[in-house]
C-alpha cells in the first residue's frame, strides 16, 4: 500500500487549499482515509477521517472550515481546507486502513497506512 499526498503550500490567512492523497495497492472503497497532521514539537493531531460507508468526522476546531471527501474511482481523498489561519500551519499526512472502527477514526494509531506528508503554511 502507497499513499501519495499532495497540495500544500504556502498561502494567506482566510485563503484556501485542498490536499489530496492518491492510494495504491489496496482496494480502495473498502478503507477509512484519515488526515492528520504535525507541527514541530507537537503530536501528531487528527484533522479529519472518512469512513468507507462515507461517513465523515472532524477534529472540533475544523468543523465548517475543512471537508474531507472520497472520489473511489480515483482512489482519491481530498482535503479541502478553507478560512486557514497560521495556527493550521503544519505537515499534513493522509492516512488508511481497514479495519478503523467508529470509535477509533480519530487515533492516528488505528491506521497502519501513512502518507509521506504534504506542507501547509499559512501566513498572516
Request: with cysteine; aromatic share 12%; net charge positive.
Amino acid at each position: 500500500v502507497q499513499l501519495q499526498a499532495c497540495g500544500g503550500g504556502l498561502v494567506q490567512a482566510g485563503g484556501s487549499l485542498r490536499l489530496s492523497c492518491v492510494a495504491s495497492g489496496l482496494t480502495f472503497s473498502r478503507y477509512t482515509l484519515g488526515w492528520f497532521r504535525r507541527t514541530p514539537g507537537n503530536e501528531r493531531e487528527f484533522v479529519a477521517a472518512i469512513r468507507y460507508s462515507g461517513s465523515t468526522h472532524y477534529a472540533d476546531s475544523m468543523k465548517g472550515r475543512f471537508t474531507i471527501s472520497r472520489d473511489n474511482a480515483k482512489n482519491t481523498v481530498y482535503l479541502q481546507m478553507n478560512s486557514l489561519k497560521p495556527e493550521d500551519t503544519a505537515m499534513y499526512y493522509c492516512a488508511a486502513d481497514q479495519g478503523v472502527i467508529l470509535s477509533s477514526v480519530r487515533r492516528g494509531d488505528a491506521y497502519a497506512y501513512w502518507g509521506q506528508g504534504t506542507q501547509v503554511t499559512v501566513s498572516s
